[in-house]
Each structure stands twice: as C-alpha cells, then as structure tokens.
C-alpha cells in the first residue's frame, strides 16, 4: 500500500472498462495499492473487485459473463427497464454465480468513494460503500452509478433517486483534490486524442424521457464540455508532475455496449500489457513523488 497522499480516480465507459479491468489486473499482480480510489460507473464496478482483490473476477466478467444473455439484451428493456440486465448484473452475478468477496472489499485498507447523479439536483453525489453494513447498499450504490439514462432505471437510495455518475463527473480529478490529495494516478479508457462531441440525439431523447429530471437534462447537454475540460486539467496536472495517466493507446474498436468476447478480451489484454510496459516508468513516477 502506497503511503503518500494519492488517489486512484477510474473513468467510467460501459465494456470498455474491459481495457481498465487488465490494468487494474497489472496492479494487483505487481502488488500495487492505492490509499484512495474514487471511480463512476463501470469504472466502480472494476475496482470493487481489484479491492476485493478478486482480479480475476473482473475478466470472467468482461469475457465469460458477457456472453450470457442476461448480460447485455434488448429483451432486457422489456423485462427490467435496462439494455444491460441489472438484476443479473447487480444481484444473480454478485451473489450467486461469480461472487463477490465482501468481506475482503470491506476490510481492505483503503479509502473507496463512488459517484453517482442525484436526479433532483443534477449534482454528482459520492457515495463510499465500503461503509454500508450490507452487501445489498453496496449493489444499490453500484447500480445507481450504472444506470445510464435512457436505458436503465433511476435507482432508489433512501429517499432519492440516482443515474449514472458519469454524467455529472465523468473522470473525478477534482473530487480527489477536493478531498485532499497531492498526486494521483488516473486511469482512462479512450486514447489521448479522444474529445467528446456533443450528442444532439441524447439530448432530445432526454428532454422527452427525463422531463421530471430537467437538472440532469441540463447535465447530459453540457456533458461534453465536462469531459473535455476534465482532459485539460489532467493534461495540466501532468505537466506539472502531479498525475501518471494510464490509457489506451489507440483508438478503441469497441463501445459501452460491446458483447464480442473476443474484441473484449483482447482489450483486456491491451490494459494489462500496456500497463506491464510502462510499470517501471509509473514505479520511477512514484518514487519520486
């Protein structure tokens, strides 16, 4: 366990976490830690298990799991409300057939924040489920920060309903700032010239399906700009010798809604390599910090 001041911040991107899946892999086998890890979406659901240190989890998932037709199915919008089965996702999978360790998640010695969109506010609020006393309140929280507009239901917690956190804070640089550390490492899944472009589709949908939610409306317009300036502060950072990026290295052949096992796990296979590649570089990076 590293013990400086520096935070994990992992992105979302539905299947892509696939590629985030093998870093996180290259990290757990070369026994890297981090004190403090704040993640959205897919980006939470990866973590939970490099914390739970079930690494291996993580790639059954993206490479055996997918490959069920609970997983990822148009049927499912009919039976649950989603394109992806959260009820497979959140509770069969977890529960009963890849389970997830609990107790290891709950012990490990680490600070772990997940963020999700409050849909009253439009605000991204964290969440750190680490700290509830269930299993059950850590699914609910995961699924919140999964749940994409248009495709899946807004999820309950207590009296409030949650979307997904990328839509508000889709990489959470600040959010480790604000909460007080000094470095970070970042781990992205788009390469370095990726900009996100503003979806006048996604926009119109949302304002005929999320009416009662104008604030995320507002939200998913500006969407775009959030992304990108979070990419300007990242690169600022790096300048300045304050976070190590870990990122494709070229342009993805996959998307949030992959079902190919095989471009999924070669992807996987990108994550890990790529980070076996540039180990001693980030090794040098935290050395010297």
Known sequence: MLDKKIGLIVEGGGMRGAYTSGVLEAFSNNHIHFP???????????????????????????????????????LNLFKEGSYFGMNFLFDELPNKLDRFDFETFKQADVTFKVGATHCETGECVYFEPKKVSHELETNQILRASSSLPLIAKAVKIKDAFYLDGGITDPIPIQ????????????????????????????????????????RVIEKIKIRH???????????????????????????????????????????????????????ESLQNWLNTI
């Open 36 to 74: 403090y890890i704040v993640a959205v979406s897919a980006g939470a659901n990866t973590s939970c298990s490099y914390i739970s240190n079930q690494p291996k989890r993580n790639n059954r998932i993206y490479t055996e799991w997918v490959t069920d037709k609970r997983f990822i199915n148009f």
């Open 175 to 214: 959010k480790s700032i604000d909460d007080g550390n000094q470095y970070h490492v970042v781990i992205l899944t788009r390469n370095a010239d990726y900009q996100k472009t503003y979806s006048k589709i996604l926009h119109q949908l949302s304002c005929i399906y999320l009416k009662k939610y104008p």
């Open 225 to 279: 700009q959030k992304y990108n300036d979070a990419l300007k502060q990242i690169e600022q950072l790096e300048k300045e010798g304050l976070i190590y990026v870990l990122r494709p290295q070229a342009p993805l052949k996959v998307d949030r809604f992959e079902k190919d096992s095989i471009k999924l796990k070669a992807l996987y296979n990108d994550g890990y390599q790529e980070t076996l590649e540039r180990l």
